[in-house]
Structures are given as C-alpha cells and as structure tokens.
C-alpha cells in the first residue's frame, strides 16, 4: 500500500464532507428548526464523524460546546439548538483531522483496530463505514432540503482540497 490509497481515501472522504457542509450552508433558518429536526441530523453525523476519527475511542471528547448526549441510550438531545456556524466550525475542525489523519496512515495503520462496545474493525474499515456514515447523512438532509425548499446542493464527485 502507497500514499495513493491514501489520496484516494481522502478525495472520496472529502467529497462526503463536502457535501454534507453544502447542504447545512443551503438550509434556510426556518428549516433548521423543524420537526424534520434538520439541526439535530447535521449535529449527530458530525458527532459521529469526529468519534470515528478518534484513535482511542474510550478517550474521546468532543471539542466545546459539545458533549458526550450522543452517547445517551435513552436518545437525550443537546442542551441546546446549535445554529449553522457552530456545527459548520466542528465540521470544519474535523474535516482538518480526517485530513491530517489519512496523510499520516501507514499500512501498519490501517491494520490497527477501532474497537468499542459495538465494533471491533480495522481502521480502514472504520474509515469506510464513518465514511458511508457521513455520505448518508448529507443525503436526508438534502432530501429534507428538496422537500422542504424544493433545492439541494450538487453531487460533489472529489473534494478540492489535496493530500
């Protein structure tokens, strides 16, 4: 395994992210809000984009304000609404660690394991699955988008941002 796979990796990965941000910055205020509880999907998919990139799960904590709800078996939500710029600034934050994360794998790397309650996977594989994670996500908020404003933003078939 070469640097390519790792290119390869972030160019699709970047893209979802892509597209995830485009479709939280095309959400009106008055969609945010809403029973559809657009908001809460664009929080929870970045909560979880974040754990996953986190090497040692049991240490995870997400940046201020956030906390651990996510965790919460009973589905407690965030203390608080967040608005647009807070969640876009935690994408961006952690746009940056899935940069920095897959331009620093090694082939020894890919073959650590990502192992919580739940799963127990390489962490190639974990980049996978937090990948189709994140690229479900921006696809029910561009549903909610198209059904709500009848718009959403385009297919983003490679982030622009290198490796």
């Not at 390519?4 to 945010?32: R, T």
């Not at 657009?38 to 240490?59: K, M, V």
């Not at 997400?62 to 906390?67: E, G, L, M």
């Amino acid at each position: 395994m070469d640097s390519s796979l790792n290119k390869i990796l972030w160019y699709q990965f970047g893209a979802a992210i892509d597209m995830l941000e485009n479709a939280i910055q095309a959400c009106p205020i008055e969609l945010w809000v809403t029973k559809s509880m657009f908001w809460y999907n664009a929080y929870h998919c970045i909560f979880y984009l974040d754990y996953y990139l986190t090497d040692g799960s049991d240490s995870f904590m997400p940046p201020a304000p956030f906390t651990l709800s996510e965790f919460d078996p009973s589905g407690l939500l965030p203390p608080e609404v967040y608005t647009k710029e807070v969640l876009l600034n935690y994408l961006s934050f952690c746009r940056n660690k899935c940069h920095d994360k897959l331009a620093n794998m090694t082939p020894e790397s890919y073959e650590e394991r990502f192992i919580n309650t739940y799963r127990n996977y390489s962490v190639l594989e974990i980049i996978l699955y937090n990948m189709r994670h994140v690229q479900h996500h921006a696809a029910q908020l561009n549903l909610l988008l198209r059904q709500g404003i009848d718009s959403a933003p385009a297919w983003v078939s490679r982030t622009n941002i290198n490796l």
